[in-house]
C-alpha cells in the first residue's frame, strides 16, 4: 500500500513537470511581441487545435484567444475558473498574454471589466512554474488601497486557486490578530494586504523576507500611487527585489514616470482596453445629472427613497460625519425601506459584516468613498452621489458599482448650481450624462421634521453641526476650485435644511471671505488702512471651528469678561489689533489735593515751573524708588511663601506621623509632634561644612540658608575622634 502511493505521488510529479515543461515551451513560442496589442489579432476558429499542434512541431497562438482553455495556463488553474469563467473579457484578452511570459503590465479599464482575474491567474501560473513551496517564502504581494477590497480579492483568490497547494495569507488593519500573523507570515507563498499592515510586518515581524518576490501586483493603482499613500509606498518598495514582474490595473491608469520609476517597472506595456471606446463607463449604465440647491439635497434624497423602494441602493457623501447623521437622521425619522451606513471610521469587523449584508439584501447603504473602488457589490440597482465627487475619475469608480461587466444599472448625480462645471469635466471625458430637472411635485420635505428632532436628541444636533462643517471645509479644501467655491453655497439655507436652529460659524469660511473681499493694490492711507482692518477685523473673539454653538450677532467682551452667554473669554485666543498712531490723544483730568486740576503727569513734573514740562531727573528719581520698593515687597512676598510652604510640610508631616503612631498603638501629642518636628528643621537648617575656608566662603554666599559654624582643624578632629570612640562603644 505504502509503495503504490509513493509511486502515484511519483508519477503525480512527473506530471506536473512534464506540464510545467510543455507550459513553458508554449509561452516562449508563441510571445506575443513587445508593444503588440492581443486585442487586434483576429481570434483562432473554434474547431483549431489548443495547445501542442498535431504534427508536434509547434504550439497554437493564444495571443487574440478569447477562452481561457485557450491560454497556456495549468489544469489546476482551469478546473479552479470553470464552470463560472468560460469567456475572457476585453482587460483579461489583452494582458495576460503579456502577463504570462512576464511583462510588466499597466492595464487600464473600466469598472466592473474583470481586472481582478487579471492579476490573479497570472501570480498563480508564475508560483506554478516555479514550482513555489511553503519553504520558499513569499513569491507574490497583491496590494489594495482598502480593507474591503482586499477581502474581497483574498476570497477570488481562495475559488480560481483552490486546487493549487500554495499558502496564501490576507493582511488587512483593523484586526486583532497581528501578533499571530507574525508567527506564519514567513511561510506565506501569496501576500493579499493593505499598504499599511505590510509595512507594519517588513518593520515589525522577525525575519520577514520578501528578497525572493517573483511578481508584485497594485490594484488601483492610481489610489496607491497617490499622496495619500505616497510615504508607505516608498518605504514598501525600498525593501522589494527590483528583479521581479509588477502589473498594475485600474480603472483610471497613471502614466506618470515618477511613479514608474519608484516601481522599477521594465519595459511596460500599456494596456487601455476602453482608451478607444466612445464612453469612459460601462455601456450598460444608465447615467443622469441633476441640479439640486444644496438646501434641498436632503429632501431629494428622501424623495428618491421613497419612490425607489424595491431598489438596491448605494448612497455616496463626503464625510464620515454626513455618513453618520443622514443615516441616523433618516432611521429616526423611519424611512420605509432598511438602510446602512459604512465608512473608514467604523471597526472592521462591523464594516465586513456590512458590506456582506448589502451584498445580501435589497437596502440603501450610505458611504464614504471607502466604498468607491474595486467592490464587486451584486446587483446594485442605483447609485446616488448627493456630494459632487472631487474629479472625473472619482466619478467613474463611484458609478462603476452598478452595471457591473454584463449587469445593467442607473446612476444619479446631485450637482449644486455652483458645482455645474463638473457637467462639462465629464462630458469631455466621454461619460454620457444626460441632465435632468427634478420633479418638485413629488418632493418631500424633511427639514421641519429634521428640526424637530434635533430638538428631542441633543447628540443628533452636535451630529449635525459637525456634518454641517466637514462638508464645508470639504468643498473648502478641494483643489478643483473651477467647481468647488465654498462662498458660492447658500451656507445658511443649507444649515437649516440639516433642522439646525442657527448656522454655525465658522473660523476658515471667515477668513476665506475675507481674502476674497480684500482691495486692489491701489494706496491708501493710513486711516484708510486703518478703517479697512477694523471692517475685516471687527473687535471680537475668533470663532474656533468646534466653537459651533455661538448665535448670529453675539457680541464678546474684551476685558476677558463674559459673553452674553455666558461663555468665559479666557479660555478664548485674543486677537491682536493694531493701533492708529493718528487716534485723538486721551484727556484724562487729574486733580491735587485742593482740588485743583491739573495737567497729565503733574506728580512727576516740576511744582516751580508750573508750566506742566515733564522733568527727566524727576521722573528717573522716582523711577527708582519705585523699583527699590518693589523688589522689597518682592523679597518680602517671597518670604512670606516660603514660611506658609514650610508650614504646610510641618502640618503634613505631623499629620502622618499621628496617622502612623495610631496604626501602631501608641498614644500621641500634636505638641510633642511639632516640637520635635521644628527641632528636625532647625537642625536641618544648622549644616556644617568640613571644608576649606574658601569653599565654606563660596558656599555661604551660593546658599545663604545653610549656616556654617566656623570650626578650627584641631575642633574637628576632637569631634572625630569623639565619634570613632562612640562607634566602638
Known amino acids: 500500500m505504502r509503495v503504490a502511493k509513493s509511486r502515484k505521488g511519483i508519477n503525480r510529479k512527473l506530471s506536473e513537470v512534464e506540464e510545467i515543461e510543455l507550459l513553458v515551451q508554449w509561452i516562449d513560442a508563441q510571445k506575443p511581441e513587445s ?8 481570434p483562432p476558429p473554434p474547431e483549431a487545435p489548443v495547445g501542442r499542434l498535431p504534427d508536434g512541431k509547434g504550439f497554437s497562438s493564444y495571443a487574440g484567444c478569447k477562452k481561457f482553455n485557450q491560454l497556456p495556463i495549468s489544469q489546476k ?12 473579457s476585453e482587460i483579461q484578452r489583452a494582458s495576460l498574454p503579456h502577463s504570462l511570459c512576464g511583462h510588466d503590465v499597466l492595464g487600464a479599464a473600466k469598472t466592473g471589466s474583470g481586472k481582478t482575474l487579471a492579476f ?30 482586499a477581502m474581497q480579492l483574498f476570497e477570488e ?49 522577525l525575519n520577514f523576507d520578501c528578497s525572493q518576490l517573483q511578481i508584485l501586483v497594485l490594484d ?47 519595459d511596460p506595456e500599456y494596456l487601455s482596453v476602453h482608451a478607444e471606446s466612445v464612453t469612459a463607463t460601462p455601456r450598460r449604465l444608465q447615467q443622469t445629472v ?5 438646501e434641498q439635497k436632503l429632501d431629494m434624497l428622501w424623495s428618491f427613497i421613497h419612490s425607489h423602494l424595491n431598489s438596491k441602493i448605494l448612497v455616496f457623501l463626503s464625510s464620515c460625519k454626513q455618513v453618520k447623521f443622514v443615516f441616523e437622521a433618516f432611521r429616526k425619522l423611519r424611512a420605509p425601506i432598511s438602510l446602512l451606513c459604512l465608512h473608514g471610521r467604523m471597526k472592521q469587523e462591523t464594516r465586513m459584516a456590512i458590506y456582506y449584508r448589502f451584498c445580501e439584501k435589497d437596502l440603501v447603504l450610505f458611504s464614504t468613498d471607502v466604498a468607491s473602488r474595486g467592490l464587486d457589490f451584486p446587483a446594485v440597482d442605483w447609485v446616488v452621489q448627493v456630494d459632487c465627487p472631487e474629479d472625473v475619475p472619482a466619478y467613474i469608480h463611484r458609478v462603476g458599482r452598478t452595471a457591473r461587466f454584463t449587469s445593467v444599472g442607473q446612476s444619479v448625480l446631485f450637482l449644486t448650481p455652483s458645482e455645474t462645471q463638473m457637467l462639462t469635466k465629464l462630458q469631455a471625458a466621454k461619460v454620457p450624462v444626460e441632465l435632468k430637472k427634478a420633479n418638485t411635485t413629488r418632493l418631500q420635505t424633511v427639514s421641519d421634521s429634521l428640526a424637530a428632532l434635533l430638538v428631542k436628541c441633543p447628540n443628533l444636533q452636535q451630529l449635525a453641526q459637525r456634518a454641517f462643517i466637514t462638508y464645508l471645509k470639504s468643498i473648502y479644501l478641494q483643489r478643483d476650485k473651477e467647481v468647488f467655491d465654498v462662498l458660492k453655497l447658500s451656507i445658511e439655507e443649507y444649515a437649516a435644511s440639516l433642522g439646525l436652529p442657527m448656522t454655525p460659524k465658522i473660523r476658515f469660511l471667515r477668513q476665506k471671505r475675507n481674502n476674497e473681499s480684500a482691495p486692489d493694490d491701489t494706496p491708501m492711507k493710513d486711516e484708510d488702512k486703518f478703517k479697512h482692518h477694523r471692517a475685516k477685523h471687527p473687535v471680537t473673539e475668533p470663532v474656533e471651528e468646534d466653537d459651533i454653538l455661538v448665535p448670529k450677532g453675539e457680541t464678546h467682551i474684551e476685558d476677558g469678561g463674559e459673553t452674553e452667554n455666558g461663555t468665559s473669554m479666557s479660555l478664548k485666543k485674543k486677537k491682536k489689533l493694531k493701533i492708529n498712531i493718528h487716534r485723538p490723544v486721551g484727556t484724562r483730568v487729574v486733580f491735587d489735593e485742593e482740588g485743583n486740576s491739573l495737567p497729565p503727569l503733574a506728580a512727576v513734573a516740576s511744582v516751580e515751573g508750573g508750566n506742566g514740562i515733564v522733568q527727566l531727573d524727576k521722573v528717573e528719581e522716582r523711577y527708582k524708588k519705585l523699583k527699590s520698593e518693589m523688589k522689597q515687597r518682592d523679597k ?52 556644617v561644612y568640613f571644608d576649606s575656608e574658601s569653599d565654606e566662603g563660596a558656599r555661604k554666599k551660593k546658599d545663604p540658608v545653610f549656616v556654617s559654624d566656623s570650626v578650627s582643624l584641631v575642633e574637628q578632629e576632637a569631634l572625630a575622634l569623639k565619634l570613632l570612640s562612640s562607634m566602638h562603644s
Not at 488587512?172 to 506564519?184: A, L, N, S, T, Y
Not at 527585489?241 to 520609476?261: E, G, H, V, Y
Not at 441633476?290 to 444644496?294: D, G, Q, R, T, Y
Open 35 to 42: 508593444g503588440s496589442n492581443p486585442l487586434a489579432i483576429p
Open 77 to 88: 488553474t482551469r478546473d479552479g475558473l470553470a464552470p463560472k469563467y468560460k469567456t475572457m
Open 120 to 149: 490573479i491567474i497570472p501570480v498563480l501560473e508564475k508560483l506554478y512554474r516555479a514550482r513555489w513551496g511553503p519553504e520558499d517564502g513569499v513569491g507574490s504581494i497583491i496590494i489594495s488601497p482598502t480593507r474591503e477590497l
Open 157 to 205: 483568490l481562495k475559488n480560481v486557486g483552490r486546487n493549487h497547494t500554495f499558502s496564501a495569507g490576507l493582511l488587512i488593519g483593523g484586526r486583532k490578530d497581528v501578533d499571530e500573523q507574525k508567527d506564519h507570515v514567513n511561510n506565506l507563498n501569496i501576500l493579499v494586504c493593505t499598504p499599511g499592515r505590510l509595512l507594519q510586518h517588513m518593520d515589525g515581524t
Open 220 to 266: 488601483e493603482a492610481d489610489r496607491i500611487l497617490d499622496v495619500g499613500f505616497k510615504g508607505t509606498i516608498n518605504a514598501i518598495i525600498s525593501q522589494l527585489p527590483k528583479r521581479r514582474q509588477t502589473l498594475l490595473f485600474s480603472a483610471t491608469q497613471t502614466k506618470s514616470i515618477q511613479d514608474l520609476a519608484r516601481l522599477s517597472l521594465k
Open 290 to 294: 441633476m441640479v439640486v440647491p444644496l
Open 636 to 687: 518680602d512676598d517671597k518670604l512670606l511663601w516660603r514660611q506658609r510652604l514650610r508650614e504646610k510640610r510641618t502640618k503634613e508631616k505631623i499629620k502622618f506621623k499621628r496617622g502612623r503612631a495610631e496604626e501602631e498603638g501608641k498614644d500621641v501629642d500634636d505638641e510633642m509632634l511639632a516640637s520635635d518636628e521644628e527641632g528636625n528643621n532647625q537642625l536641618k537648617r544648622s549644616k
